[in-house]
């Protein structure tokens, strides 16, 4: 059973950190990009940042330079360090593993950054 377990959500103040962490099982690690995205309420689930089998990495403009992903290939887990977050970061944060065939999702951690 494919099964993506995303962890480290919280409340956080302006300026605070947080790093997610996200457990796949079920399917080959190495064979799937992982990515990052989030959905603030009322608004539609947008990319965060992903990191490919190579350890290519890519990030939304609205978190370059704050966000860093990352990846334990031994631990088989992919995190999301969050830095100076803002209020605007406050969102659910969701974990997913993709191939040009396949698409898993996590349910989700809440993350809410308070100003």
């Known amino acids: 059973e494919v099964q993506l377990v995303e962890s480290g959500g919280g409340l956080v103040q302006a300026g605070g950190s947080l790093r997610l962490s996200c457990a796949p099982s079920?399917?080959?690690?190495?064979?799937?990009?992982i990515g990052w995205f989030r959905q603030a309420p009322g608004k539609e689930r947008e990319g965060v940042s992903c990191?490919?089998?190579?350890?290519?990495?890519t990030y939304a403009d609205s978190v370059k330079g704050r966000f860093t992903i990352s990846s334990d290939n031994a631990k088989k887990r992919v995190y999301l360090q969050m830095n100076s977050l803002k209020p605007e970061d406050t969102a659910v944060y969701y974990c997913?593993?993709?191939?040009?065939?396949?698409?898993?999702w996590g349910q989700g951690t809440q993350v809410t950054v308070s100003s």
């Open positions: 990191i490919d089998h190579d350890g290519s990495t």
């Open positions: 079920g399917f080959t690690f190495d064979d799937y990009a």
């Open positions: 997913n593993a993709f191939t040009t065939s396949e698409d898993y």
